[in-house]
């Protein structure tokens, strides 16, 4: 909500804050006095995920102030909510600038409220977030990550007692108790006699959840006969993979490990890549040298908080090319549905779960398996919550979403670099019985299925004035929704604002399906400043549509 930022910013540099912000503070307001705007005019909104930001001094920033408020207003609800004389609440951190000093301050608001603490003792990945809570019992989680976004952001995730990320009706009720943290004097920073109790994890919780994730392996013999073969390069982008992705891999018995010791360096900073986001083929540039200098098959990059993860793979000319995240998650689904056939596991009862705006080759792939496929929001949390409400009646094999987020098995309620690392490599092992490489895995499956492509555009538009004309697209484009794509007339358009017509909770989000089997789906992101266009066309021609389609809906 748009408010009188002089106002605030006078407040400021007259209230009870520390000298070193009220001087950056001045500094903004002397020399940067649209920076100054941006940092003021709103209050970085806590929304149903938790905080994302850029860092710096203002009401809309990742600070300490709005870190201790957030934590506060999360403090009164777990106490409103939850019963009992033993509270507790899990926290861990990236390799970001500042997250250790913001879990800290996470832990002390936390603990000053009188609630049990479990936070980690160094960087670990979201996904063993995840995983601890339910193993030390805890009622809530704060992972501090802005996942793959810039170095100047930091973000702040909150998790229930499943491990998954706070849905309805917990996440509104948690955003209105933060809402009414409206000065950092509503804050109790410093913890006093009535405290909890801060206790560090570590190696312990480290070795249950690489155990836990070594019981999901299903090709152990296939990876024992081409161990000494496949050669695989890691890298972290930075981030903090680096502590469990090669150790996962070599007790599966892979021997050729190959690393890029500059970027695993864990440094907020990033200073190897423009963006540690393996989306991006640009961030994979040193890991694919590498795989070339060395001859490895496969290249696997974590981003920072080591929840999303992409390869890239040798084609039939033994060039390098990267996966998207639907090619990723089609060849991890496709392998695994066959494992777990080949092993009489599928009874009817099993299901995968994949996002709106993934691609509808899961679901075929699924079906081609008489496993049901579950279609969710965008969010790994929709995922989790599935797998929430199924636990008594089904049970969750894999799911995915086109964002390079992947996940198997129950033990992680959340997107999981390290077990979907594993998996590619199992799965190359597993290929490679029947004189494939996971290029050519890929090509079996578009036979068996037929041919899509999908694609992502983003158009970015930042700050206030930007925000605004992201919703006058929206608002545009419901208003005057394209009737065509390349000529094939539009058979179905779907607004995720009508929860009554979809099934879902209610989003901002626009599909167009046209008569040939094409989708375009739009929405701005929840966290960054950009609206997103999902492009994913079917047939033997999709690679020309995927261009013209992008162009049409761009222009």
Same mark, same amino acid.
């Given at each position: 909500m748009a408010q009188d930022y002089m106002e605030v910013v006078k407040q400021w540099l007259e209230g009870d804050f520390d000298q070193e912000t009220k001087m950056k503070v001045l500094e903004l307001r002397n020399n940067d006095p649209v920076g100054l705007e941006d940092a003021f005019y709103r209050n970085l909104e806590f929304g149903t995920g938790g905080l994302r930001g850029i860092m710096g001094v203002g009401t809309n920033r990742m600070n300490k102030y709005t870190v201790g408020m957030a934590t506060q207003g999360l403090a009164n609800y777990i106490k409103a909510h939850v019963q009992g004389d033993d509270i507790r609440v899990a926290i861990s951190f990236d390799s970001r600038n500042n997250s250790k000093l913001f879990a800290k301050i996470t832990a002390d608001v936390l603990c000053a409220n009188g609630l049990h603490v479990f936070l980690f003792d160094n960087i670990r990945p979201t996904p063993e977030l995840s995983y601890a809570i339910r193993k030390v019992g805890a009622t809530a989680g704060v992972m501090v990550t802005a996942s793959h976004n810039p170095k100047e952001y930091n973000g702040y995730k909150v998790f229930w007692a499943d491990g998954g990320q706070i849905t309805s009706p917990v996440d509104t009720e948690v955003v209105a108790e933060v809402a009414k943290i409206t000065d950092p004097s509503m804050v109790k920073f410093v913890p006093g006699e009535d405290a909890g109790k801060i206790d560090v994890m570590g190696k312990e919780i480290d070795e249950?959840?690489?155990?836990?994730?070594?019981?999901?392996?299903? @090709?152990?013999?296939?990876?024992?006969?081409?161990?000494?073969?496949?050669?695989?390069?890691?890298?972290?982008?930075?981030?903090?993979?680096?502590?469990?992705?090669?150790?996962?891999?070599?007790?599966?018995?892979?021997?050729?490990?190959?690393?890029?010791?500059?970027?695993?360096? @864990?440094?907020?900073?990033?200073?190897?890549?423009?963006?540690?986001?393996?989306?991006?083929?640009?961030?994979?540039?040193?890991?694919? !040298?590498?795989?070339?200098?060395?001859?490895?098959?496969?290249?696997?990059?974590?981003?920072?908080?080591?929840?999303?993860?992409?390869?890239?793979?040798?084609?039939?000319? $033994?060039?390098?090319?990267?996966?998207?995240?639907?090619?990723?998650?089609?060849?991890?689904?496709?392998?695994?549905?066959?494992?777990?056939? !080949?092993?009489?596991?599928?009874? $009817?009862?099993?299901?995968?779960?994949?996002?709106?705006?993934?691609?509808?080759?899961?679901?075929?792939?699924?079906?081609?398996?008489?496993?049901?496929?579950?279609?969710?929001?965008?969010?790994?949390?929709?995922?989790?919550?599935?797998?929430?409400?199924?636990?008594?009646?089904?049970?969750?094999?894999?799911?995915?979403?086109?964002?390079?987020?992947?996940?198997?098995?129950?033990?992680?309620? !959340?997107?999981?670099?390290?077990?979907?690392?594993?998996?590619?490599?199992?799965?190359?092992?597993?290929?490679? !019985?029947?004189?494939?490489?996971?290029?050519?895995?890929?090509?079996?499956?578009?036979?068996?299925? $037929?041919?899509?492509?999908?694609?992502?555009?983003?158009?970015?538009?930042?700050?206030? @004035? $930007?925000?605004?004309?992201?919703?006058?697209?929206?608002?545009?484009?419901?208003?005057?929704?394209?009737?065509?794509?390349?000529?094939?007339?539009?058979?179905?358009?779907?607004?995720?604002?009508?929860?009554?017509?979809?099934?879902?909770?209610?989003?901002?989000?626009?599909?167009?399906?046209?008569?040939?089997?094409?989708?375009?789906?739009?929405?701005? @992101?929840?966290?960054e400043p950009k609206i997103k266009f999902y492009f994913g066309a079917k047939g033997a021609d999709a690679d020309q549509k995927l261009v013209d389609l992008k162009a049409q809906l761009i222009k």
């Open positions: 249950a959840y690489v155990n836990d994730l070594l019981s999901l392996c299903l @090709s152990p013999e296939s990876v024992a006969r081409h161990a000494d073969e496949i050669k695989l390069v890691y890298t972290p982008l930075h981030g903090c993979g680096v502590r469990l992705v090669p150790e996962c891999l070599r007790r599966m018995g892979f021997k050729n490990i190959y690393n890029i010791p500059e970027q695993d360096v @864990s440094d907020g900073d990033f200073p190897t890549v423009v963006s540690p986001n393996p989306e991006e083929p640009a961030a994979m540039k040193m890991a694919i !040298d590498l795989a070339n200098k060395v001859g490895a098959d496969i290249v696997l990059a974590t981003d920072p908080d080591a929840d999303r993860m992409g390869i890239a793979v040798r084609d039939n000319d $033994g060039n390098i090319v990267q996966f998207n995240g639907n090619q990723t998650a089609a060849v991890m689904t496709y392998y695994i549905l066959n494992r777990w056939k !080949d092993l009489g596991k599928l009874d $009817g009862t099993k299901y995968i779960v994949k996002t709106i705006v993934t691609t509808e080759l899961l679901r075929e792939i699924a079906a081609g398996f008489g496993v049901k496929c579950y279609d969710v929001l965008t969010g790994f949390k929709y995922i989790a919550e599935v797998v929430k409400k199924n636990e008594a009646t089904g049970e969750f094999i894999c799911g995915g979403e086109e964002s390079f987020g992947f996940n198997v098995g129950q033990y992680v309620r !959340d997107k999981d670099g390290q077990v979907a690392a594993m998996m590619v490599a199992e799965a190359a092992a597993w290929a490679a !019985d029947q004189g494939l490489t996971i290029y050519q895995l890929l090509q079996k499956i578009y036979k068996e299925y $037929g041919y899509r492509k999908e694609g992502l555009t983003s158009i970015v538009r930042k700050g206030k @004035s $930007g925000a605004e004309e992201i919703q006058q697209m929206m608002v545009d484009f419901r208003q005057n929704p394209p009737k065509d794509l390349l000529g094939s007339p539009v058979t179905k358009v779907i607004d995720y604002l009508e929860p009554e017509k979809t099934g879902q909770p209610k989003s901002n989000v626009l599909q167009f399906f046209d008569e040939a089997g094409d989708v375009v789906s739009i929405r701005p @992101s929840g966290t």
